[in-house]
């Protein structure tokens, strides 16, 4: 440890890391701070005997070679650290009247598998994915360009059921197409077009991804190459405050103790950065009453299983399943805040089937997750609060059961994780999984990446005006990146 950096990041999420693992390249001394006493945010795993459960990551786009995601690893220095896996099928979706599988990397076979359901409606299927087509390019195109076309202000400012309705009339397949919807944690109605359209086409058209060995190898990957640019680490330890001098981040405060740095880089929540460790006196007033009015996301109710069977042998093509009760997506969002597990969309994940290095031989490891409200945990008592994750459970389970009978024959190991959980590990305001909820109303440029009030303080994660997912932080990731290496420039 020195009291002395160059750059200072706090939190050790994806954003966190892949920030100083560029900006290390830099020459700059980085010292990562970090709550738990281990890196990744989100993007973690746990052991329980010999399962391995991978708690957030279960598709991840762009990761065919000269796509973003594989690029910006092979900027970072660690693609040879990492192994790509791609799944037979890119998920599975099961409605009342449908079980499809459906392709990967292949949105010709998927528009003639619609067509076929719904042969009324094959015209508009091919327009709708066509104008989703164009728009991946006009966002690739602002991303690398910062061009703004029509087709990007006009999809910025509506939301996707808009875009929906004007080419599909048919409600089951409406609900089909947009299954991914839970990926991005709202229904249609409120989530922005191009929030959808983007990565839906990139998974579609690009294909899903795993990792081999599970996602942390990617976290263990960014913080060796830290390490050997002279980056430091110091885990277990909560940031007191960020004190500044003349508009500059320049001090980080851990009770009677400072470290000195030049750049600070937030990776954790934009709200607690703001009104906990900075203060809002130190900011605008039109900047705060943008900020207090932006809303997390909604958070997750999730099921870690180890089962004394190898599912791979009864189910060897399914990896990602989502189920689902109707195709009232609206009401399965209202569902899911209201944590009605008996009629909320859930998702099984057969962990095991793609990553062999989950579970001992002869057994499988399952992940069941729920989108989840944060609302309704809180008020708990503890006692209250286990009896309902327990009753959750139980309902996802019988529910999952009847999709893998081996579900509810054969649990070895279990562990539950809610909302408060999540809150509890990444301190996110109400346990929110996505950062900011991404409705039409939350304007990117009320989601920052630096704040004018203060120099030199960035932000890199999901609460930065990219918005979710591992890609958008990776872009997030990168233009603080690009920002800070500027001026780095202009002083040379």
């Known amino acids: 440890m020195k009291d002395k950096y160059d750059i200072v990041v706090i939190g050790s999420g994806i954003g966190g890391l892949v920030s100083a693992a560029l900006l290390s390249s830099l020459g700059k001394r980085i010292l990562v701070?970090?709550?738990?006493?281990?890196?990744?945010?989100?993007?973690?795993?746990?052991?329980?005997?010999?399962?391995?459960f991978d708690v957030s990551l279960h598709l991840l786009n762009g990761c065919a070679k000269g796509q973003y995601t594989y690029n910006m690893f092979e900027r970072c220095h660690i693609i040879d650290e990492i192994k790509f896996l791609r799944p037979k099928y890119l998920y599975r979706s099961i409605f009342p009247d449908f079980d499809l599988r459906i392709p990967q990397m292949n949105l010709r076979e998927y528009t003639e598998m619609l067509g076929d359901l719904f042969p009324k409606s094959r015209k508009g299927i091919k327009i709708l994915f066509d104008e989703m087509s164009r728009i991946f390019q006009v966002v690739n195109s602002y991303f690398s360009s910062k061009r703004v076309t029509p087709l990007l202000l006009q999809r910025l400012t509506s939301n996707y059921k808009t875009m929906l309705d004007q080419h599909i009339n048919d409600i089951k397949l409406k609900a089909i197409i947009s299954q991914l919807w839970i990926y991005l944690g709202l229904p249609p109605s409120l989530l922005r077009a191009i929030d959808f359209c983007y990565p839906w086409f990139d998974y579609m058209n690009n294909g899903g991804y795993y990792v081999e060995k599970g996602s942390y190898e990617i976290v263990r990957a960014l913080v060796s190459h830290i390490r050997n640019k002279r980056g430091d680490f110091l885990f277990n330890k909560n940031v007191g405050?960020?004190?500044?001098?003349?508009?500059?981040?320049?001090?980080?405060?851990?009770?009677k103790d400072e470290i000195f740095c030049d750049t600070i880089i937030s990776n954790i929540d934009l709200t607690k950065t703001i009104f906990e460790l900075i203060g809002s006196s130190k900011f605008s007033t039109a900047d705060i009453a943008k900020i207090r009015n932006i809303e997390p996301s909604i958070s997750a109710f999730e099921i870690f299983l180890g089962l004394d069977v190898d599912l791979s042998a009864t189910y060897p093509d399914d990896y990602e399943i989502f189920v689902n009760t109707d195709y009232d997506i609206d009401k399965q969002y209202q569902d899911c805040l209201n944590n009605n597990a008996k009629s909320a969309p859930f998702v099984i994940t057969v962990n095991s089937n793609v990553n062999r290095f989950a579970a001992p031989k002869g057994k499988s490891v399952v992940t069941i997750i729920m989108l989840a409200g944060y609302g309704h945990w809180i008020s708990k008592s503890r006692g209250e609060y286990e009896d309902k994750k327990h009753?959750?459970?139980?309902?996802?389970?019988?529910?999952?059961?009847?999709?893998?009978?081996e579900i509810k024959k054969n649990p070895h190991k279990k562990a539950v994780s809610t909302p408060v959980t999540f809150e509890r590990y990444t301190n996110n305001a109400a346990g929110a999984i996505y950062g900011y909820s991404r409705t039409v109303g939350q304007k990117t440029e009320i989601r920052p990446n630096e704040m004018n009030n203060i120099k030199?303080?960035?932000?890199?994660?999901?609460?930065?005006?990219?918005?979710s997912g591992v890609v958008k932080v990776l872009h997030s990731a990168d233009d603080v990146y690009k920002k800070i290496s500027k001026t780095v420039d202009a002083k040379l």
């Open 33 to 52: 701070i970090e709550k738990e006493p281990k890196p990744g945010g989100y993007l973690t795993e746990f052991k329980n005997e010999d399962f391995i």
């Open 241 to 255: 405050r960020i004190l500044t001098e003349n508009g500059f981040g320049r001090r980080i405060a851990f009770g």
């Open 391 to 405: 009753k959750v459970a139980e309902i996802l389970m019988d529910r999952a059961g009847k999709i893998i009978p």
């Open 456 to 467: 030199n303080l960035y932000f890199a994660s999901a609460w930065a005006k990219q918005g």
